[in-house]
């Protein structure tokens, strides 16, 4: 299938392929619904083939005797990555209206304002973007704070009671992930002396963080380290095993970039 077009849906991704035929299940998916009046349910309504029909009449100006690159001008289902039941704009629109009439006024206007190239469209798109994104952010956040007080609660355990102590462990992590202790990343990135490092980091850097410090609670307790020293060494080989799974991953991709 050719590179697809996306049309937004408020934070939902309506799929169009390379011949305008939209993805049901992403409209099914922007409804809210999960069982419920599925595409599948809706393609064995008899009104809906009726309503094929009526189409491929109007399409091809024939009564019958459809070829399958005619019928699947109208709808086909495909599985695998870009899987899905995929049909006519005319057809998606019947579609949403099937779910709610007031989904199908709403996807007919997003829709109309996508064909006719409305620039309005592109600050909603923005919105609707950044809204996505400060979502996964919080879900990360929430789950590293988590695996942050697994950390700690293991360094407790093993000894570690000093403010200074957890500070300096926790740049080790810092520095080999970030490229920086924690006062000099909040220097670099104009933060309140005060603030919250992890409150300022991206996703991705929160993901990384999250990921050793969890590895760094499973060598800490594999290794029984006990003390200090031990426990700041376990925490550095866990943010190197990282470092090095994050960089052997980007050569790779350089790799592929040149070939």
């Not at 970030?178 to 909040?186: E, S, Y």
């Amino acid at each position: 299938m050719a590179e697809m077009k996306v049309m937004l849906f408020k934070t939902s991704r309506i799929r169009v392929d390379d011949q305008g035929r939209v993805c049901l299940n992403d409209i099914h998916r922007a409804a809210g619904f999960s069982k419920n009046q599925r595409p599948s349910d809706w393609m064995a309504n008899p009104n809906t083939t009726n309503s094929q029909m009526a189409l491929l009449r109007q399409i091809t100006g024939k009564s019958g005797n459809y070829s399958k690159d005619e019928i699947k001008s109208v709808v086909y289902t495909k599985t695998g990555r870009d899987g899905g039941t995929w049909v006519n704009e005319n057809l998606a629109l019947a579609y949403a209206e099937y779910l709610s009439p007031r989904l199908g006024v709403e996807i007919r206007d997003v829709f109309l304002r996508y064909k006719r190239g409305d620039e309005s469209l592109i600050p909603e798109i923005r919105e609707n973007r950044q809204r996505r994104e400060d979502a996964a952010r919080i879900e990360v956040r929430n789950h590293g704070k988590v695996a942050r007080r697994g950390f700690t609660d293991t360094l407790k355990e093993r000894g570690i009671a000093a403010g200074w102590q957890y500070a300096q462990i926790t740049d080790v992590t810092n520095q080999t992930l970030l490229g920086g202790t924690a006062k000099k990343l909040k220097m670099d990135r104009g933060l309140h002396p005060k603030a919250k490092l992890r409150d300022h980091l991206a996703t991705n850097e929160l993901a990384y963080t999250m990921a050793s410090e969890a590895l760094a609670t499973e060598r800490i307790e594999d290794q029984d380290a006990q003390g200090y020293s031990a426990c700041r060494n376990e925490t550095s080989l866990a943010a190197q095993s990282i470092k090095g799974a994050i960089e052997a991953d980007r050569k790779d991709r350089q790799r592929r970039l040149i070939r």
